[in-house]
């Protein structure tokens, strides 16, 4: 039976939201939040590992009390557990203080096999959650994950697909396993109405900064985070350009080389 953590992020839907000028930072006042787009891609690859080999699943997400929504969608979509880790203390976290929680907390679930994270984050979109969650877990770490092929919780191997940029890497790799999933094969189920029901009621294990056991308060939130954002801006649009509809090449040319004459 395997053990697998799915870590997961509710984000503000990106679409929506809008930059403030004067001051620099995103306005989410009035923005839709949703379930990572990804991690919902990466939720379908645990359940259907779960669903192959047998075990549980648990989510997992650090964010504000709001993310259990985002939970109760992983639920209702076949994970067995959620968890939020949520607390002022663990606010303007970066992604080193972010892993940091996520794996305390982890450890006091038990220990895991396989570790699923989506590729990205729709608003942070560092990447580098996966790198630190692996080391922190001491995992092996498989990125860019097309398909789960095997498991073999016994020999303590997994075989997955992996996509590069020139090709497909069919690669083995030593449980416990972080796995980053590409959207290309795992698209998320439509919950049926009995699990959707179920998962608005279900239990929601909730941790905070004083709950998890030997949680180093310089490694938390602001102080345990080295990255430092002073601004946030759109980038700057340029001139636009001139498309050259003359009626002909010939014409487009003469009419090129007429605005060239001007500022050449
Ligand atoms: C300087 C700075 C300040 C920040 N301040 C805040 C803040 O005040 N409040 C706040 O809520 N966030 C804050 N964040 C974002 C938060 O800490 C991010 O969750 C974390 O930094 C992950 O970065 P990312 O979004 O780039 O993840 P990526 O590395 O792009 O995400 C990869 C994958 O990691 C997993 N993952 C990412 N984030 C989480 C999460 N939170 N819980 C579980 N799994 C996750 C998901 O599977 C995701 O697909 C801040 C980030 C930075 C850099």
Redesign the pocket.
């Known amino acids: 039976m395997l053990n697998i953590l ?6 503000p839907d990106v679409n929506l939201v809008k930059i403030d000028p004067e001051t620099g930072s995103l306005i989410r006042q009035g923005v839709p939040s949703i379930l ?1 787009p ?2 919902a891609n ?1 939720l379908e690859a645990a359940v259907m590992t779960k669903e192959r080999y047998g075990g549980e699943v648990t989510c ?5 009390d709001m ?1 259990e929504e985002a939970l109760r969608e992983c639920l209702a979509a076949g994970a067995d557990k959620a968890v939020i ?1 949520s607390d002022r203390a ?10 940091y929680v ?1 794996t305390s907390a982890a450890n006091q679930l038990g220990q895991f096999d396989l570790i ?15 790198s ?2 692996a080391e922190r877990f001491d995992a092996s770490l498989l990125s860019g994950v097309l398909t789960v092929c095997k498991v073999d919780e016994n020999g303590k191997t997994v075989i997955v697909e992996r996509e590069l940029e020139t090709g497909v890497e069919k690669t083995q790799a030593t449980l416990p396993a972080l796995i ?1 999933v590409e959207k290309t094969n795992y698209h998320p189920r439509i919950p049926n109405l009995k699990s959707w029901k179920a998962s608005r009621t279900a239990e929601i294990v909730r941790y905070n900064s004083r709950t998890i056991p030997d949680l180093d308060p310089a490694q938390i ?2 102080p345990g ?1 080295p ?3 002073p601004r946030t801006y759109p980038p700057e649009v340029g001139e636009t350009g001139m498309i050259l509809q003359e009626g002909s090449p010939e014409k487009d040319v003469d009419k090129l080389l007429s605005l060239l004459e001007g500022v050449i």
Do not use: R, Y
């Open positions: 799915c870590c997961v992020k509710q984000v990572n990804l991690d990466a997992i997400t650090m964010g504000p993310a880790l663990f606010a303007n976290a970066d992604t080193l203080a972010t892993s996520i699923f994270c989506g590729k990205e984050s729709l608003d942070g979109a560092t990447g580098q959650m996966a630190q969650l980053t939130g602001d985070s990255t430092k954002v």
